[in-house]
């Protein structure tokens, strides 16, 4: 399809081009035969003034010879035939090759004026320029110049072509007229105005269409890679507590743990927190369902962020499976606008994140400021960062940083995005800055 498109834009431009060369040959022959016309003009004019002149001078020599003229018979009688020695044409065509010869002047202003004024009869309005040249040629055979295309470089040292035409005005002296001009390529483009219009709107259109359809081709196959990737996942984190579940119900059967009360419970607990954790990860099937189908609503309402950030860290301390340093720079009292619960959620997984993503020991940072009438939040951690070239992928829904076919850490690559779009939908953004090995940083921006 490439190649094409590419053959189409080269085909049309080959077209448009040959087009230019042709209302340029055109313009070329106007000129010409604009040219040609003013000069035989000027001499019909010139040749009525020579034969006024000579009728008032002495008056018109006429001839008459009356010859008998013999047939191709014998005995046929002669009959008389009269044949006139001067034509009009003749003593006219003699009066200008005399006049040529005595060299009578040309007025290049009223040629020029002339050639003008023919020119915007006919449609164009060119600058020109007229002189008179003399043009000898070296054998009687030789061709007559009539047009005649040279390079010059203009003010820019940027060669230009002109364009010259020779029309004879006086074939005696080998006197020429010639007209000096610029190829007038706004004028041939403003002829072809409607041609170059609507070309480059289907050049544009088809490849402009062939481009959406590229990146709606590259979209659906980067869709299709990422939802591969998200049904593999999927599987694998519902499998896990599937296969705990009936190893654990297995024990009890047939390894007599039942005998057992503590080996019972300790299995009951694995159980149930395995089913616990399939319980959530069929509930974020469906709420990413349920997502597809409907706008997130909010309802905005004054919270308390020193309090609400508070909750979360006593919750996550509670849970936490390592040694975990928060470190606040919340005032307290700081009330903000926000939905409580989706926001909540939104500031929970972040902090999730930074605890998740680092080494056996985390430090995390939740840094707030004032800016004008707007405010900042940055949830930071020292944990193992993101590199660079996908960064700007992790907000997108299903995307996790690749760890090769190991997960150390469960889930679907759906959390960044929940947070974009609930900060989006607060009227907020939020950004990332992050080095592997070095921890990373997220920005909270409202206005």
């Not at 080959?14 to 022959?29: C, D, G, I, K, P």
């Not at 928060?326 to 009330?335: C, D, L, M, N």
């Not at 940072?365 to 992790?394: C, E, H, K, M, N």
Request: proline share 6%.
């Amino acid at each position: 399809m490439a190649l094409c498109i590419i053959g189409i834009n080269a085909f049309q431009g080959y077209w448009l081009w040959t087009t230019y060369q042709f209302n340029h040959q055109q313009f070329m022959r106007t000129m010409q035969d604009a040219l040609y016309s003013v000069v035989q003009q000027r001499q019909i004019v010139e040749a009525n003034r020579l034969f006024a002149e000579q009728s008032h001078t002495k008056p018109p020599k006429r001839v008459v010879r009356a010859a008998p003229v013999a047939e191709s018979y014998p005995g046929a009688p002669g009959t008389p035939a009269l044949v006139s020695a001067d034509t009009l044409a003749r003593q006219i065509s003699t009066m200008l090759v005399i006049d040529w010869a005595e060299g009578t002047r040309i007025s290049l202003p009223t040629l020029w004026a002339a050639y003008h004024a023919e020119l915007l009869e006919r449609g164009i309005n060119a600058n020109f320029k007229l002189d008179t040249v003399s043009v000898h040629r070296q054998k009687p055979s030789d061709a007559l110049p009539i047009y005649q295309p040279e390079a010059r470089p203009d003010g820019n040292d940027t060669p230009t072509l002109e364009n010259k035409l020779f029309v004879p005005v006086n074939p005696v002296r080998h006197l020429y007229a010639r007209a000096s001009f610029e190829t007038p390529t706004f004028y041939l483009l403003r002829r072809m105005g409607w041609l170059l219009g609507s070309s480059a709107f289907l050049l544009l259109l088809t490849t402009g269409s062939f481009l959406f359809m590229l990146s709606t081709i590259l979209r659906q196959k980067k869709l299709s890679e990422v939802k591969n990737d998200f049904i593999n996942n999927m599987t694998h984190e519902l499998k896990t507590p599937i296969a705990t579940v009936t190893a654990a119900v297995e024990a009890l059967q047939h390894f007599g743990a039942l005998t057992d009360p503590e080996k019972t419970r300790t299995y009951l607990v694995i159980s149930r927190t395995n089913l616990q954790r399939l319980s959530e990860l069929v509930e974020k099937v469906l709420n990413l369902a349920l997502d597809d189908k409907r706008e997130l609503t909010l309802r905005p309402e004054p919270v308390n962020l020193s309090d609400l950030v508070g909750e979360l860290i006593a919750g996550h301390q509670l849970r936490a499976t390592k040694p975990i340093t928060f470190q606040t720079t919340i005032p307290p009292g700081t009330t903000v606008t926000v939905d409580r619960i989706h926001f909540g959620s939104s500031l929970n997984n972040l902090i999730e994140n930074a605890i998740n993503y680092s080494h056996e020991r985390v430090t995390v940072r939740l840094t707030f400021q004032r800016s004008g009438q707007g405010w900042q939040l940055a949830v930071a951690d020292d944990g193992i960062g993101i590199p660079q070239s996908y960064q700007s992928a992790i907000f997108d829904r299903f995307f996790r940083v690749p760890t090769g076919d190991l997960h150390l850490v469960k889930g679907f690559g759906l959390g960044l995005a929940s947070v974009r779009q609930v900060v989006e939908r607060h009227g907020g953004r939020i950004q990332v800055q992050s080095e592997p090995g070095k921890g990373s940083e997220f920005t909270l921006t409202f206005s």
